[in-house]
């Protein structure tokens, strides 16, 4: 839950975000041309996330952007409400679109895919334990392809679920059993603050590991993504220009939110982070655009008035009071 506000260190403590041995000494070739040249031929593409980190969603941003240019133009994921495609008739994410989308960095993607006119598919499958949950979720995707014969589909999932072993009974494996589509399947594992001494390798971009001419994944996957270091730093950057916002004292620990002018009060903040008390600043990533900030502790979500970012801002610098511009 911690990412949800920004904080990936608790997610670093149980996953060390240390590389795959297995690709050290590689050669790396950049993570998006290389899925998408792979992914030419493919009616179906699944990426997954561990849940613990935000640089998976981020990535989800540029694949999106990546495969619309290829005809793709549905995505499924794995923590959307069964009513998400209803919640998003405006192209905005709401809280009542998904779990993990209260993520900014997640719903962020949404937009992406909003904006291309993506349809948005629900299909998790729960209760009854982990193998009628992945019978359920392949059963849905299926069911979906086989009414939409003539598009092509993304598929974001959590963790194992994207692999093509058959003996394991996920849901990939069970989706090609059913209708005999062999999806591109694409994991990804990220470097944190506290373990990034630990890559022995670095690229200012997510990568490819590929060793005599082979690819090198994990098994039962095609392909792994690698999130360096400074891949990490460029994908947080990407968000937008840092906007420090002027506070006062509060009584307790709180969370700054930043919503985007015009969208309904249940959409997904476009960033939020958790400040201490007695902060007199709080820090936040924004696009250009215009936004009502709020101050959110246990008894309510109190506003701080407008602010507006604009489109060649180099941000960070003193901080900003809400009603400001510049």
């Not at 561990?50 to 969603?57: D, E, G």
């Not at 679920?161 to 849901?171: C, F, L, N, V």
Request: a negative charge; glycine letters at 8%; aromatic letters at 6%.
């Amino acid at each position: 839950m911690a990412v949800f506000v920004g904080d990936d260190r608790p997610g670093c403590a149980i996953l060390s975000g240390r590389p795959p041995e297995q690709a050290n000494g590689a050669e790396y070739r950049d993570a998006l041309s290389t899925i998408a040249e792979a992914a030419s031929d493919a009616r179906v593409v699944m990426l997954n996330e561990y849940h613990a980190s935000r640089v998976p969603r981020l990535f989800l941003s540029e694949l999106i952007e990546r495969l619309d240019a290829m005809g793709f133009d549905a995505l499924a994921a794995e923590t959307f409400y069964a009513g998400v495609a209803d919640t998003m008739h405006d192209g905005v994410p709401k809280t009542s679109t998904g779990h993990y989308t209260a993520d900014p960095a997640f719903a962020a993607a949404v937009r992406v895919a909003a904006r291309a006119g993506w349809d948005f598919v629900a299909y998790e499958s729960m209760g009854g334990g982990r193998e009628a949950r992945e019978r359920g979720q392949a059963a849905a995707l299926a069911d979906w392809l086989t009414r939409h014969p003539n598009r092509r589909l993304l598929v974001y999932a959590g963790g194992s679920h994207i692999s093509e072993d058959p003996e394991a009974g996920w849901m990939a494996a069970r989706l090609t059993a059913l209708t005999g589509i062999d999806p591109l399947t694409v994991a990804q594992t990220a470097a944190c603050a506290q373990t990034a001494d630990a890559w022995q390798f670095d690229a200012p971009r997510a990568v490819v590991a590929w060793r005599e001419g082979h690819v090198v994944s994990q098994p039962h996957v095609d392909f792994l993504v690698l999130h360096p270091p400074q891949a990490v730093a460029s994908a947080h950057a990407r968000r937008g220009v840092p906007v420090p916002v002027c506070l006062a004292p509060w009584t307790d620990a709180s969370l700054l939110r930043a919503f985007a002018v015009g969208e309904p009060a249940d959409a997904i903040a476009i960033d939020q982070a958790v400040v201490p008390a007695d902060a007199r600043q709080g820090d936040l990533r924004l696009p250009p655009g215009r936004y009502r900030l709020a101050r959110e502790d246990l008894r309510a979500l109190h506003p701080l008035g407008d602010l507006e970012v604009l489109a060649g801002e180099s941000g960070a610098g003193a901080c900003r009071h809400p009603g400001s511009t510049s």
